[in-house]
């Protein structure tokens, strides 16, 4: 019995390994869609950057969910994943817009209150319980935040503000799939409002076109574009992959340090790529960010 039972725990422990190094390696792809697709807004708009994404990974998702249609749960194309999607076409949009302007380094490390954000509405909107340690956390968070952005004093101006849109659409979505999870699961809603984000922002590059305002081809304008679109829209799909074979191997109190390595990442890409690196302040705010996340997973 005693046997059975360390054979057992050893399983467990060997499938939290396994769920943790799916995490890391999610962690260090997401820094590579992000560099891909600034390098695109350099020869697209944004706008049409984030369609080629969208467009891009529903095309490496959709195969899949059909080879693991046997972990559909519930529509693909419920009102929920639609809501999902128009908020993930926020996130989406919002950052690379961002990105247009801002460092890699800069944009990631500001988008990276989300769990902070996601703590604040939990409590609001899922009324579940936050401890003091959760309030400190979020305080110190926002301090990073803040030396970051360093409000009347960026050189950016108001564009510094959008990696924080982007992290309240972030956390709205993942309250959004907390409360879809006891009908569908998440990869139907996962590639449901890939779809629906894909489809809306085809109609608002359309519409935006049409009016005059953007000028805009809806493809990839040369083959490097359209290797670079590729290589983005698999690296989104092969990350929601990974972080959803995390999840399921992991508890996800284990897994929320992990997702600090995409500050890590991003800035090892901004350096490579760009040759950006932080400042002293922009160094001072991820610590600062770090620890947030750091007394966020020590809390009960």
């Known amino acids: 019995m005693a046997k059975a039972d360390g054979n057992s ?4 422990h060997s499938k939290q390994e ?3 190094v799916c995490m890391i390696i999610a962690m260090l792809l997401l820094p590579v869609g992000d560099t891909l697709a600034k390098l695109l807004t350099e020869v697209a708009h944004p706008l049409e950057v984030v369609f080629f994404r ?4 529903s095309l490496f998702l959709m195969p899949i969910a059909i080879l693991m249609r046997k972990h559909l749960v519930g529509s693909m194309f419920a009102p929920v994943a639609a809501l999902s999607g128009i908020l993930v076409a926020c996130t989406l949009a919002s950052i690379t817009f961002a990105f247009a302007v801002l460092p890699i380094p800069t944009v990631i490390a500001i988008f990276f209150v989300e769990p902070l954000v996601l703590t604040l509405l939990a409590r609001l909107l899922l009324r579940e319980q936050v401890q003091v340690i959760d309030y400190l956390a979020i305080g ?3 301090c990073g935040a803040l030396m970051i952005i360093r409000p009347g004093y960026s050189q950016f101006g108001p564009v510094v503000l959008l990696p924080l849109i982007s992290a309240v659409s972030y956390a709205l979505n993942m309250i959004v799939l907390r409360r879809a999870r006891t009908s569908s699961s998440s990869l139907s809603i996962q590639c449901g409002a890939t779809v629906y984000a894909t489809v809306g922002m085809l109609v608002l590059v359309l519409c935006s076109r049409n009016a005059g305002w953007i000028d805009v081809y809806l493809y990839p304008s ?4 359209l290797l670079l679109v590729s290589v ?11 972080i959803a074979a995390a999840l399921e191997r992991t508890s996800a109190t284990k897994l929320a340090p992990l997702q600090y390595l995409e500050i890590v990442g991003a800035t090892a890409a901004g350096y490579l790529v760009f040759a950006h690196l932080p400042d002293v302040y922009t160094a001072i705010g ?3 960010i770090f620890t947030s996340g750091a007394l966020k997973y020590l809390s009960p």
């Not at 725990?9 to 467990?12: F, M, N």
């Not at 040369?222 to 574009?225: E, L, P």
């Open 232 to 242: 983005c829209g698999a690296s989104g799909a092969a990350s929601f992959l990974l």
């Open 140 to 142: 110190v968070g926002l």
């Open 54 to 57: 969208l467009a891009s990974q």
């Open 222 to 225: 040369s083959t490097s574009a």
């Open 18 to 20: 396994v769920g943790m």
């Open 9 to 12: 725990s050893v399983r467990q």
């Open 286 to 288: 991820v610590v600062l």
